[in-house]
């Protein structure tokens, strides 16, 4: 079984920063492609940042230059750098992984979603 659990949500001021985290867990072999996505109420999940197991990385237009994604592969984590932030950015901020488990069995795993509020 695996399992991803974000932390590091919360309320901050407009122009403030926070820092998500991801952990993944479980019978994991290999961590393939992390990523982030956000909702709002009545709205599609959207992607915010990407990457891949080698580091390369990809951004929603909407927050490019102020977010940064990173990873650190021998924790099986993934970080979300958010700066900048704007009243538009809050939402419930969810972690993604492409996992291969140690049953050679490639699946697509979400966490269970952190709420980011940000004041104007």
């Known amino acids: 079984q695996v399992q991803l659990m974000e932390s590091g949500g919360g309320l901050v001021q407009a122009g403030g920063s926070l820092r998500l985290s991801c952990v993944a867990s479980?019978?994991?072999?290999?961590?393939?492609?992390m990523a982030w996505y956000r909702q709002t109420p009545g709205k599609q999940r959207e992607v915010v940042a990407t990457i891949t197991s080698g580091y390369s990385t990809n951004y929603a237009d909407s927050v490019k230059g102020r977010f940064t994604i990173s990873r650190d592969n021998a924790k099986n984590t993934v970080y979300l750098q958010m700066n900048s932030l704007k009243p538009e950015d809050a939402a419930v901020y969810y972690c993604?992984?492409?996992?291969?488990?140690?049953?050679?069995?490639?699946?697509?795993?979400w966490g269970q979603g952190t709420q980011v509020t940000v004041s104007s």
């Open positions: 479980g019978s994991i072999l290999r961590v393939n492609t």
């Open positions: 993604n992984a492409l996992i291969t488990t140690m049953t050679f069995v490639i699946s697509n795993y």
